[in-house]
């Protein structure tokens, strides 16, 4: 889009017809929100007691994704979201990342910025090519991805170098697009690769050498330099909220991860007024890549500060401060409404007829909606709404006592068969899987508008939905051909017709697998705990196809079977206990559209389903890395800071 790069839009077969893209939205912008432990069926959109106008709107003019899976906690989800690929395939498949773990989501994975760029068109403008030397390349080749130019290469070119071994991104590509016949190079974990519209990727890709594995990062950056010349068409890329992808080492922080600027925690909760977890203050201002020692800054100064304000306020000045000449992702994932319970007074007020901890729960979310508003407000102010896609979504279900503790939400299908969801965070029922989400955006068709989109979609599937909404068919193929070059290939699948098409297709997902956690491996003599209260080997495993979804073992890892509800509609407080007792080698089988609260166990009756679903299951289980479950914990408190160790 705009004066500075283009693609060809192409037809995607789905569901046996040729759908054209033709009147598709394509977005110049992207915001990602992600809204901690959101239950289905907390929006007033959905008949909750609580107020979120502002989210409300945006759902109610978007797209509601009804079918829309996570993970049952914090970690796992953010994951799937950030890389596409189930948490099977990097060993974090056994819950969250505790504070001190020495672990973190792989290095060798790519994440949402590092996507957009590698999906990203050639810029061919002669003019800002000849204005920006090497700009083409520039699109792809951030500071985080600026390995030396000797790092790598395609076989049957040399390596960079000598006095060409640089690394600063944009000399390194303009340098390689000099020396080979192709236009563009770009570097992305420490190769290059060939970039441009006449140099396919699927031409070359079995020529990339260098492995999975990338090389061990750049040393990070003592202090932030002045920024660089800002090369038009280029992305912006920043993160703002709760990280929890891991911190042990800098290297897993977000600014080493293709994120330009960071100000957040690392960990997955603190308080939302002295930002301590466990003694040690975790809020940081990571101000450029690679962002590490020294670089990074604790923010002392907003200790006393409720979290859901400083998100807001740091979205909006990333948002004032962005140059018109880019596009911006922006990743806000707010704390709220993760325990502990804690509110400014005055959001709590409109709620007095609400017991607790629903008044609190309520005043947490009401503040999270006017937040939105702040943001949505400062894009109109700006002039980049017109352009931007944004994406809501919870990272699981809502907490019950039997993990997260009763925080005040709860999960409810608000649609016929009305009722609760059964289970909640941290189980492998739908109360801990079936996640809020919508997609509201100005791009929209007007008949796409109002939309519920009853197609599977998986977390896994944000990535490349994304990705074709701002870069098209093309760029999900592109982006596609490089990671099975890596060998880390996708497993999300792009919605964006399904979605925003103004005669939608089917939606391309058949099945998704929503759980394959073993707990502990046979070999391991104890479990670390994190949050399911389990004993080794009481894993549980679960896939949904079609309308059918299959659960082996207990969903729920020993407590938290049933149906919790903390008001309206139901018609008691509490648990409604499960009928039966569950253990690591019960199978059972539900229809959740027919019953999305899972009451009625169809295995007996069907048992070829059964059989067919749970070998599928099976199947995934047999191509998972081994899961971290226990590793040594190291020492995060450096003089009262949370600081990375490694």
């Known amino acids: 889009p ?4 283009m693609w060809v839009v192409v037809s995607l077969l789905v569901s046996m017809a040729k759908h054209s893209t033709a009147d598709t939205p394509s977005a110049k912008h992207v915001v990602l929100l992600i809204v901690d432990d959101l239950g289905f069926g907390d929006l007033g959109i ?8 502002v989210l409300d709107n945006l759902a109610a003019n978007g797209v509601r994704l009804l079918s829309y899976y996570v993970q049952r906690a914090c970690s796992p989800t953010r994951a799937a979201i950030q890389t596409g690929r189930y948490n099977i395939r990097y060993r974090m498949q056994s819950g969250v990342l505790e504070t001190g773990q020495r672990f973190g989501l792989a290095l060798d994975e790519t994440v949402l910025p590092q996507a957009l760029r590698m999906a990203a068109p050639a810029l061919t403008n002669p003019e800002v ?17 600026g390995w030396n130019c000797g790092g790598g290469g395609i076989k049957g070119y040399a390596p960079v170098t000598g006095a060409n071994a640089t690394s600063d991104p944009a000399a390194c590509c303009a340098h390689c697009a000099a020396v080979t016949q192709c236009r563009v190079w770009t570097i992305f974990s420490g190769q290059c690769y060939l970039k441009t519209a006449n140099c396919k990727f699927s031409r070359v890709a079995s020529a990339i050498s260098g492995g999975s594995t990338p090389p061990p990062p750049p040393p990070y950056q003592d202090k932030c330099p002045p920024p660089p010349p800002v090369v038009p068409g280029s992305w912006a890329t920043h993160a703002v909220g709760k990280w929890h992808l891991g911190f042990w080492q800098w290297a897993y922080t977000p600014t080493f991860r293709g994120y ?3 100000l957040g925690y690392y960990t997955g909760g603190e308080d939302y007024y002295t930002h301590s977890t466990q003694g040690a203050f975790d809020m940081r201002e990571d101000g450029c890549p690679m962002c590490g020692k020294n670089c990074s800054q604790p923010r002392f100064d907003l200790q006393g500060e409720y979290s859901t304000f400083i998100f807001t306020q740091q979205a909006e000045a990333v948002i004032a401060a962005h140059n018109d000449t880019q596009r911006l992702f922006l990743y806000l994932a707010y704390q709220a409404v993760h325990c502990p319970s804690e509110v400014p007074e005055s959001y709590k007020t409109p709620y007095a007829n609400l017991p607790e901890p629903r008044q609190t729960f309520a005043g947490m979310l009401s503040c999270l909606d006017e937040g939105v508003g702040n943001v949505t407000a400062a894009l109109k102010q700006r002039g980049l709404w017109e352009d931007t896609l944004l994406i809501v979504s919870a990272d699981n279900g809502a907490p019950t006592p039997a993990c997260g503790g009763a925080q005040g939400g709860q999960n409810v299908w608000p649609f016929e068969p009305i009722g609760p969801l059964r289970g909640g965070k941290c189980s492998a029922w739908e ?12 791009l929209l068709p ?3 508008r109002g939309r519920h989109v009853d197609a599977l979609m998986h977390a896994v599937d944000i990535m490349p939905t994304i ?10 193929e592109q982006l596609g051909d490089l990671l099975r070059a890596q060998g880390k290939p996708l497993d999300g699948m792009s919605l964006w017709q399904t979605i925003a098409s103004s005669d939608p297709p089917e939606g391309p997902r058949t099945e998704a697998l929503l759980e394959a956690d073993p707990h502990a491996l046979p070999w391991q003599k104890q479990y670390c705990g994190d949050q399911h209260g389990a004993s080794p080997g009481t894993g549980y495993y679960a896939l949904r196809r ?16 049933g149906w919790y509800c903390t008001g309206a509609p139901c018609n008691y407080t509490g648990w409604m206990p499960s009928p039966s007792t569950l253990n690591a080698t019960s199978v059972q089988l539900f229809d959740v559209v027919a019953d999305p609260g899972e009451h009625n166990d169809l295995s007996t009756a069907q048992p070829e389903i059964t059989k067919t679903l749970l070998a599928a299951l099976l199947a995934y289980n047999a191509t998972a890395e081994p899961s971290y479950v226990c590793g040594p914990s190291g020492s995060f408190d450096v003089n009262g800071v949370l600081t990375p160790f490694g």
Do not use: W
């Open 46 to 53: 959905t008949g909750s007691a609580v107020k979120t106008p």
């Open 467 to 476: 990705v074709e909404a701002v870069h098209g068919v093309d760029g999900v």
């Open 446 to 448: 007007p008949s796409a």
């Open 129 to 145: 090519v000849k204005a920006h030397p090497g700009a083409a390349a520039q699109v792809n080749c951030t500071a985080m991805e």
């Open 260 to 262: 330009d600027s960071y």
């Open 431 to 442: 109360g801990g899987l079936r996640g809020t989400a919508f997609i509201s955006s100005p």
């Open 546 to 561: 079609g309308n059918m979804k299959v659960i082996l073992g207990d969903p729920a890892g020993g407590s938290g079977d």
């Open 2 to 5: 705009g004066s500075v790069g």
